[in-house]
């Protein structure tokens, strides 16, 4: 699995030095220095490093056979990485998982109107009370594989709070004893 994040995090910052020109800093101390802005500019703001380098293995890792992208909080509103999301569905092993409110418009709606079997969108209603279906935090409870020791430290939990709750019980007595 790869992992690609191609947007600039809010920790990352101009610095006018070095070979790369950014510096990762927490607490972010100067919010104007934010990179990539959420503007139309921002197309050209991605075409310097480290951004180039990150579209470059981005597309190289999707055009390969066998590939399934996976977006979540992406509204398909960026030119540049659709038109390289498109490249990849030209490739027929291609698959495209979005995880996005199923009534979206727009450039999901464009997807949605391909009905090709290669593109999922996956959303709506999630569990009962929470958040819907394809919320990070519903993806992340709910969705994502456990790990092994994760399922085996929940056993563990449920018999320690079994345990504990008939203890409770007893301890008390029925005044039968």
């Not at 690609?4 to 919010?31: M, N, V, Y």
């Not at 503007?39 to 293995?57: H, I, M, V």
């Not at 498109?86 to 391909?114: M, N």
Request: net charge negative; proline share 8%; aromatic share 10%.
């Amino acid at each position: 699995m790869y992992l690609c994040k191609l947007h600039g995090s809010i920790s990352w910052t101009e610095d006018d030095h070095g070979l790369f020109p950014i510096r990762e800093t927490w607490p972010q101390d100067a919010p104007s220095k934010i990179m990539i802005f959420p503007t139309p500019a921002k197309q050209n703001s991605s075409l310097g490093s480290p951004y180039s380098d990150l579209f470059r293995e981005f597309q190289s890792r999707i055009v390969r056979e066998q590939s399934v992208l996976i977006t979540m909080g992406y509204a398909y509103g960026d030119e540049h990485l659709n038109n390289i999301i498109y490249q990849a569905l030209t490739i027929p092993t291609f698959r495209l998982i979005v995880f996005a409110d199923p009534e979206s418009e727009g450039d999901i709606d464009k997807l949605r109107a391909l009905s090709d079997p290669r593109i999922w969108i996956i959303g709506g209603s999630g569990p009962p009370g929470g958040a819907p279906a394809h919320f990070f935090s519903t993806i992340v409870e709910h969705l994502l594989p456990r790990r092994p020791y994760d399922r085996i430290d929940d056993a563990v939990k449920l018999v320690m709070q079994t345990m504990a709750a008939g203890s409770a019980a007893t301890v008390g007595g029925s005044g039968d004893d």
